[in-house]
Structure formats: structure tokens, C-alpha cells
């Protein structure tokens, strides 16, 4: 699965996270009819909306094969929340069991497929940006760390409060934009000093966030998705 | 609560202002800090979280029957039990008792009870001192504002505020800024008021059903020089902090703590099962415990929300909480503030009211998982915000359900539901958005005020999925 | 008011959501430490909390009295009626002794500002936290081990507990609660300027703990 913000906003990255998995031997499939995993409704309160978009998601994985994707947010959406969103649904049973094949990205490439990175890339250094989701809800925290400290030429540089919410939260950047764009100016004060080159993240909500905050402060620090980052350190090819 | 300023006025100036930020910026780094220090052993953490949230859930499931225990066993040791069911009884109830004993100087410790239902002001009006005794609570009744985080409440204010305030209050001592020396000065000052005071006042940080016995944390000593020196002593707490055993103390105890300051124990564990028995030379002569509901009981009437009474009120959710980081208390509003504050507030006082405080919150799970009791915060938010906008209206269990529905708003999602329920309409949609990218909202909200915003791609993931050869189905 | 009491008891009984019975494996803590590893424990977390404590036996405790009471200062020293006249023999005579016999009314203002120190025993200790347990009865009051500047606890070394929840089951504390049972774990102190810590702010600035053997 893309994710709605993948596929419009970044698809490369999402491109990149299946070109990794085929190359890691799995056949990836990619439902044409994919939509959205309704988090955007849910957690403004609209369910009843959520509801049927959640349904036409539903639709696309009727095999019991395993949903891999490129965002904790999602992920955790469809594994965590849908439970509550079908609730007294009489739908619930299949909900369920989509949920019980769904993984983040990072997730599936270490602990299912324990992929090994050969890094043909420059020297560099990188700061993580571990997601909300990825940190609390998916608790895969710890899968993108070893997926980059297999390659040999990137240095992970230390942030201070690190943990720490970037202020993305979806609906929140609207609602409650100030305290969202107070938010986003600490998480990128902290990261301008780190003196990386690119923040890397399981996330493009957060990258959406972080990344526009800093082109907006005119910045160097770039910022990538986990995928496009190992994909093109991995394969050298620009 | 008198809401002058309205909630984005608060925002904005907590938002603006530089020191705020800087002192809650540190203050939250440290007790975030203190409390990792606490709990070295993740294993041991989550055991520990468990058994601290069996035992509030049963406490809080057999809540009628652990109350009226609770009474029976309370009276049996002579502490006399009233029953409140708004602020305002409870208020008249600590008046009226007062009043009887004509007692006209009361001492306090710190009780976020008392807050709730404003007894100083209250008792101000009919002409009895008030003084708050716990450090944080005594600068803060000094500056004239309200406490800004449950367990630290002058958190918001730093050295040099705190200095100028004690000392235009109290000219007769030199200034300093020196925080021993300012201590000093406290001590000799609320030493004689102690003494001399005609009650004293104190909150409960759990009621042991078993024994009739309420337990009280501090540090200082000021809560039991409350609970002690006086010839009366009144304590007030919500219904919820009733537990069953007093072995369920231990582990409570120290879970609380260390989630709440980063101690391993508060310097005082003060448990106390009666007044003054006959042959003892001190300690009061007569107790009460007004028992406070204030909305608490409909709370527990909603299966889905129940579980906020689980709370014992430890602050851990507020620490770790990014918005309230950013914000302080005050913005709040409310009494309580942070991630409890806008689970419980908004369901007694009503979603009319306070509905917009769910959306202080990026829903980052934090507090879900520092809760002590292991409280679904998250989950529990995200449902005032359902019963907000799309609640059932013939639910009555929290006032204003639907009240936050806004016709825009709804309209946006209708049609969000459209183009992503439907594949069809969605890839016309996705062709759009990709071909004319260069057609972008310049708007969204305060998103542009921060952020450049965001184009989408010119090629969706369908698209590149397609080219690269990716199998449909 | 009895009404309120119907009112709430009605709502909250209405609610028939029982959680389940499942209790979770409440397994009780326990470190096997031997007795001197109690006391070192103990000893460690007063000190860390900025508390005295010395273990002494009988004699030394004797010594101690009569070396450091006047040591630090202590003009006059309040000691509980149950232990006045022992302890008493040991404290130099320039020392006054201050028995608590009368009730605390007739004698506040000298308890509240002319009473340098205080000597209580206790019921226990508790080495996981670091903490004393009194339970004040009318010989040995509560504001003993508040007011004074200075609080002497004796602790016997044979009371001294791995945890709070083995004192209470072994004592049996839910059988026969004191009027008011503590728990002290040092000086008194806050931290609500700055988050910088200050000692003696309305308690005990000093709390002397003396660990006795044998």
C-alpha cells in the first residue's frame, strides 16, 4: 500500500520502498484501487466518513498475503485504530484480519526479510527523524536505526529530544497552526544543529512538515524518505 | 471557570511569549529526565503499569461498593463522611463546618480538588483566610494566578518572578534571589500560621476502603503540618481515588512517584486512619472527608470514557506532552490542563464549552504511553472528538455532543468521502491533481505561515507502480 | 446531603460494567538481602536523600548521644514519655530534656520555637526506599518527627523490612491501623523554584537516623 500522501506527494518514494522489496525476492503487488486508510476523518472526529473509504481500502487486499507500508502513521491506522472504527460493524471480522497483515516498511524489511545493505554511496551524515507512530504506536523505532547502520559510509548524528513530536499530527498543522508551526521550528532548530546533511524518515508526514519548514527557512538540510534513501544509496544510479 | 480571554487568545499569547517557552521547555526536559532515571527496567516498567491499572480498574468497577465501605470504616474511626455532588455543595459543606467550629484562619496543602471547585475563593467571600501552604501553591496565591501543572505549580515561573513577587508581598524581609534563603523566609512565616491556624485543609492521593485510612504524598512537611497542628482537619477528594486494599498501596505508591517527580518516595507518606484518640496529646480533634462527584459519577455511567477515572493524577501525561510544552497551563483554561486536562475536563463541564480543547494535541501518543495506569489517552480524546462532531445526540452522558459539527468542515470530509470511497472518482481526481500541480492551494490555514506548501508530484505511485511493471493484483 | 449520597451511589451502582475478575500476577518483590545488606541499603538511600545515619550498638549509641547532641548545637531535646527516663541518663546535663506529657495545645508556641531537637523510636524501616516507619501513639506524638529542626529516629535493626508491602503484611497494618502511620524518607525539602532543591522547609531541616544492633 502507497498511502494517499505517497502516492501524490511522494510517489518516488514509495516506487523506491517496492523496488527494495522486489529486489529482496518478493513479488510486490500494487492494488490499483487503493485509496486512503481514513485517518484524516478519524481523527477529526468524521467516522461515519471514515467508514466507507476504510471499506473500499478494505477491498484491495483479499489475500492473506502481508500489507507492507511506507508510513508508521498508516500502519498504524489500519493495524491499531481500525478495531475502533469498525466497531459494532458488521464488517469488523475482515477488518480485523486485514489489520493483523499490515507492516511498516522498515518493519517488514528487518524483521521479515532481514535484508543486508551493501552502501555504494558517499560519505555522509544523516539525522533520524523517528515518527510519533513509528516511536509509540508501531514501536519499530529501532528498524530504521539498523537499517541505516548497515550502511557503511552514513553516520547517524545525536539530536537532542529526539522523541519529540515535530508537530505534524495531520489535521492538527490546520487546526492548530501556530502551535504546529512553534512545534515544527523547535524540531528543525534541533536538527539545523546537528550539522547533517539530510534528515531521513519511516514518515513523509513528518517529512512534509519538517521538509517544507526548512525550504521555507531556506535550509540545506534536505530531508528523504527511509526508502528513497536506501534505495538510492543501495543502487548508486541516480 | 471565568474564560475571559478566549482559548485562542490564550494561545496566542503563551505562544509569543519567549520566557514561558524557555521555562517549561526546561522544566518538562527535567522531569521527563528524573522519571527515565526511575524506570531503568522496560520489562519491570510494563509489569509494574499493569499492576498499577488492574488495581485502579477494579477500584474504579467497584466504585459504589468501595465508597460506601470506605464510609463505614472512616466513621467507625470517628472522620466524619459528606457526600457533594456539585462544587457548590462541596464548597458550602467546608464552609458550613467551618463556620460551626467558628474557626476563621484555615491552612491548606496542596489539593487540585479544591482548585476544581475554587474553595479559597469561595471561602474568601465569607470572610475566612485561606492560605495555601505547599511552596509552588503559596508564590502562586501570591503572584494572584492559578496553578499551571498539577504537581509542580509555579513551574511556570522562574527565579528572579518568583523573588519579586514574595518580596512585594513581604517588604520586611531583604531580597534574594537565593532559593534557600527564600525557603527560610517561607518557613518562618507559615510557621506561626500553622500553629495558630483554626483548620487545616488537605486534598487525598488515595482512600483505603479496608481500613478507612487516606494516604497523602509531600515533601515538604506542610501537608501534615495541615493534617496535624490544626484542631480540625478537613480532606477533599474526588469519588475515583478510593482503592480497595491497603496492599494496593505499594505498588501505587510507587509507580505514583516516580511518575510524577522522579522519586523513588516522597519524603513523607502520610497515612491517616483517625483524629486525636483518647490518651493522644496531638493531632486534630475532629475529621472530615467531603466527598466530591462534579461529574465524576456520568462519567463512570459511559463505558467508553470510564477508564479516565482511572487517573491518580501523577502529571506524567503532562510532562511528556509536546503541545503543553509548547503552551503552559494556563492557556488551558482548565483546572486540570495537558492530556487529562482535555480528556476530563471537556466531559465535565460539556463539549459546548470545552469541545475545541481536544484539538490541543498531534495525537503523537506520548501520554498513552507514560500513564502510570495505563489510561488510553489517546483513544479517549479521539472519541471526545467523534462525539464532538458526529456524537449521537440523544447521548446524555456528556453534555454537547455534536455542538462542534461545523457545516464547512463537514461538507469538506462529505466530499472527501466522495473521491477516496470511490476508485473511479479518485483517479479522475489523482490525474487532476497530478497533471494541473501547478495549481496549489497558496492557503491552508496558518500552513504557509511556516511551511512552503506542498505540490503534489506530477506522476502518482499508480503511475510509476505501472512503469516500473508492478503487478495489480 | 444524604440525598447527594443517593444520587451518586445510584449512578455509579447503575453502571454494570464489571472489567473482569482477572487479577494480574501480583508478584510480590523480593531481594533475599541478608540483614547487613538491609542496613547498608538503607544506610545508602537516607544519605542519598540527604539524611544522617550511623549504626550503632548500645554503647555507641550512648557515646553518640553524648558527643554530638552537643556537637551540633542542641540545647534542649524532646523525647516521648515511653523512652524519656532511659534516654535520659545518657544526655549531658546541660541538655534539656522536654518530655511530651501534656497535650499540644498547652505548649505549642514552645514546641513550634524553642524546641532544637526531638528523639522518637519507630516501628521499622524500610531499605528498598530508604524510609523510617513511625506509627505515633500518645506516648511518642505525631508532631515529634515534624516539628523540630532536628529529628532523631531510633531504628532496631531486627525491624528493618526489603519492602513497604512486606512491613504492612508482616505487621498486619490492615488489621489495626495507628491514628496515623508515616513514612519518612529524609529531610524536608521542594523543589518548586527553578526545579533547585532546598531542605527544611516546613519539616525536619536535619533527620539523624540511628541504625541500633543488637
Keep these: 500500500m502507497g498511502t494517499c500522501l505517497v502516492d501524490l506527494f511522494y510517489p518516488k518514494a514509495g516506487l523506491a520502498g517496492m523496488q527494495l522489496l522486489k529486489n529482496a525476492g518478493v513479488k510486490v503487488i500494487y492494488p490499483g484501487k487503493q485509496t486512503c486508510c481514513a485517518q484524516p476523518s478519524f481523527n477529526s472526529g468524521y467516522r461515519k466518513e471514515a467508514l466507507p473509504v476504510a471499506r473500499s481500502l478494505m477491498k484491495c487486499f483479499p489475500k492473506d498475503i502481508p500489507i507492507v507500508i511506507p508510513s508508521g ?40 526479510l532481514n535484508v543486508e545493505l551493501t552502501d555504494l554511496g558517499e560519505p555522509t551524515k544523516i539525522a533520524i527523524h523517528t515518527s510519533c507512530s513509528c516511536r509509540n504506536e508501531m514501536k519499530v ?41 512553534s512545534m515544527v521550528k523547535d524540531k528543525t532548530d534541533i536538527l539545523k544543529a546537528t550539522n547533517a546533511s539530510c534528515v531521513v524518515s519511516q514518515d513523509c508526514g513528518c517529512l512534509m512538515n519538517i521538509g517544507g519548514a526548512l525550504e521555507k527557512q531556506n535550509s540545506k538540510l534536505k530531508t528523504q524518505h527511509i526508502a528513497q534513501f536506501l534505495w538510492d544509496r543501495t543502487n548508486a544510479a541516480n | 471557570m471565568q474564560q475571559i480571554k478566549s482559548l485562542e487568545n490564550r494561545i496566542d499569547e503563551a505562544l509569543s511569549n519567549e520566557q514561558l517557552h524557555t521555562n517549561f521547555r526546561s522544566a518538562m526536559s527535567y522531569l521527563m529526565e528524573k522519571r527515565r532515571d526511575q524506570f531503568p527496567d522496560e520489562k519491570q516498567l510494563k509489569n509494574d503499569r499493569e499492576i498499577s491499572s488492574t488495581i485502579r480498574s477494579h477500584a474504579v468497577a467497584q466504585l459504589s461498593e468501595l465508597l460506601v465501605k470506605l464510609e463505614e470504616n472512616l466513621e467507625k474511626n470517628n472522620i466524619k463522611v459528606h457526600w457533594a455532588e456539585t462544587d457548590l455543595e462541596a464548597n458550602n459543606i467546608v464552609y458550613q463546618i467551618l463556620k460551626d467550629a467558628n474557626a476563621k484562619s484555615v491552612v491548606k496543602g496542596k489539593s487540585m480538588v479544591t482548585e476544581e471547585i475554587e474553595l479559597n475563593e469561595f471561602l474568601d467571600n ?65 510557621r506561626e500560621r500553622f500553629r495558630k491556624a483554626d483548620a487545616g485543609i488537605s486534598g487525598v492521593n488515595f482512600a483505603v476502603a479496608e481500613t478507612g485510612t487516606l494516604c497523602l504524598v509531600e515533601n515538604e512537611g506542610n501537608g501534615r503540618m495541615c493534617t496535624t497542628a ?113 480528556t476530563l475536563e471537556p466531559q465535565k463541564q460539556g463539549i459546548t464549552q470545552l469541545g475545541e480543547l481536544t484539538s490541543l494535541c498531534t495525537m503523537c501518543g506520548a501520554c498513552g504511553e507514560v500513564c502510570p495506569v495505563q489510561i488510553p489517552l489517546p483513544k479517549l480524546i479521539n472519541k471526545l472528538r467523534s462525539e464532538a462532531v458526529e456524537g449521537n445526540n440523544t447521548n446524555e452522558l456528556i453534555e454537547g455532543t455534536r455542538s462542534k459539527r461545523k457545516p464547512l468542515e463537514s461538507l ?23 497533471k494541473l500541480n ?10 504557509g505561515k511556516y511551511r512552503i506548501t506542498p505540490r503534489p508530484s506530477k506522476h502518482s505511485l499508480k503511475e510509476l507502480a505501472n512503469q516500473a511493471g508492478f503487478d495489480h493484483e | ?97 522536654i518530655k511530651y506529657e501534656e497535650s499540644y495545645e498547652s505548649w505549642s508556641e514552645k514546641l513550634f520555637n524553642e524546641t532544637d531537637a526531638s528523639i522518637t523510636t519507630t516501628i521499622g524501616a524500610i531499605a528498598e526506599s530508604g524510609s523510617i516507619v513511625l506509627h505515633p501513639t500518645p506516648h511518642e506524638p ?25 512491613i504492612i503484611s508482616t505487621q498486619h497494618w490492615s488489621e489495626n491501623m495507628p491514628t496515623n502511620a508515616l513514612l519518612i524518607s529524609g529531610p524536608s525539602k521542594t523543589a518548586d523554584i527553578e526545579q533547585v532543591l532546598a531542605y527544611g522547609v516546613h519539616g525536619p531541616k536535619e533527620l539523624i537516623v540511628l541504625i541500633l544492633t543488637s
Design chain 1, 73 to 112: 502513521s498508516c500502519a498504524g491506522m489500519i493495524k491499531y485504530h481500525w478495531s475502533e472504527l469498525f466497531e459494532g460493524e458488521s464488517d469488523i471480522e475482515k477488518a480485523l484480519s486485514v489489520a493483523e497483515r499490515v507492516y511498516e516498511l522498515t518493519e517488514f524489511l528487518v524483521d521479515k
Design chain 1, 141 to 181: 523505532a529501532d528498524r530504521i536505526e539498523s537499517l541505516v547502520s548497515q550502511l557503511s559510509k552514513v553516520e547517524v548524528l545525536e539530536q537532542e529530544r529526539k522523541p519529540e513530536c515535530c508537530g505534524f499530527g495531520g489535521t492538527f498543522a490546520i487546526k492548530q497552526g501556530d502551535i504546529s508551526g
Design chain 2, 126 to 190: 465569607k470572610g475566612i483566610e485561606i492560605l495555601e501552604t505547599d511552596l509552588g501553591e503559596f508564590l502562586v496565591q501570591l503572584a494572584n494566578e492559578k496553578p499551571s501543572h498539577i504537581v509542580m505549580p509555579a513551574i511556570h515561573k522562574n527565579r528572579k518572578e518568583i523573588s519579586k513577587a514574595f518580596f512585594d508581598h513581604f517588604p520586611e524581609f531583604p531580597y534574594t534571589e537565593d532559593v534557600d534563603l527564600i525557603t527560610q523566609q517561607v518557613r518562618k512565616i507559615l
Design chain 2, 230 to 342: 490544626p484542631p480540625i482537619h478537613i480532606a477533599v477528594t474526588g469519588i475515583e481515588k478510593v482503592v480497595e486494599k491497603l496492599s494496593d498501596i505499594p505498588p501505587l505508591l510507587d509507580i505514583l512517584t516516580k511518575s510524577a517527580t522522579g522519586q523513588e518516595i516522597t519524603t513523607y507518606f502520610n497515612m491517616i486512619s483517625s483524629p486525636r484518640r483518647e490518651g493522644e496529646k496531638d493531632g486534630p480533634k475532629s475529621m472530615h472527608l467531603v466527598l466530591l462527584d462534579n461529574g465524576r459519577s456520568k462519567i463512570h455511567q459511559n463505558n467508553d470514557m470510564q477508564e479516565t477515572l482511572k487517573c491518580i493524577r501523577c502529571g506524567s501525561c503532562i510532562n511528556h506532552c509536546p503541545v503543553y510544552t509548547q503552551l503552559g497551563g494556563h492557556a488551558y483554561g482548565t483546572v486540570y490542563p495537558g492530556p487529562i486536562g482535555i
Design chain 2, 412 to 434: 469538506a470530509w462529505k466530499i472527501w468521502k466522495q473521491v477516496y470511497s470511490s476508485p473511479f472518482i479518485y483517479s479522475i481526481f489523482s490525474k487532476i491533481a497530478t
Design chain 2, 438 to 447: 501547478f495549481i496549489s492551494p497558496k492557503k491552508l490555514g496558518k500552513w
Design chain 3, 1 to 97: 446531603m444524604n440525598n447527594s449520597r443517593e444520587i451518586i451511589l445510584e449512578r455509579l451502582k447503575n453502571n454494570a460494567n464489571e472489567t473482569s475478575h482477572v487479577k494480574v500476577n501480583v508478584a510480590k518483590k523480593t531481594y533475599h538481602w541478608s540483614k547487613e545488606e538491609m542496613i547498608a541499603k538503607l544506610s545508602e538511600k537516607l544519605q542519598s536523600a540527604r539524611a544522617e545515619s550511623y549504626v550503632l550498638s548500645d554503647a555507641e549509641l550512648i557515646d553518640w548521644l553524648n558527643v554530638e547532641l552537643p556537637k551540633r548545637g542542641i540545647k534542649n531535646i524532646l523525647i516521648g514519655t515511653s523512652i524519656a527516663k532511659q534516654i535520659s541518663q545518657y544526655i549531658n546535663n546541660e541538655i534539656a530534656v
Design chain 3, 142 to 166: 505525631r508532631l515529634m518527627s515534624l516539628v523540630p529542626n532536628i529529628h532523631i529516629a531510633l531504628v532496631y535493626e531486627d525491624t528493618i523490612y526489603e519492602t513497604f508491602d512486606q
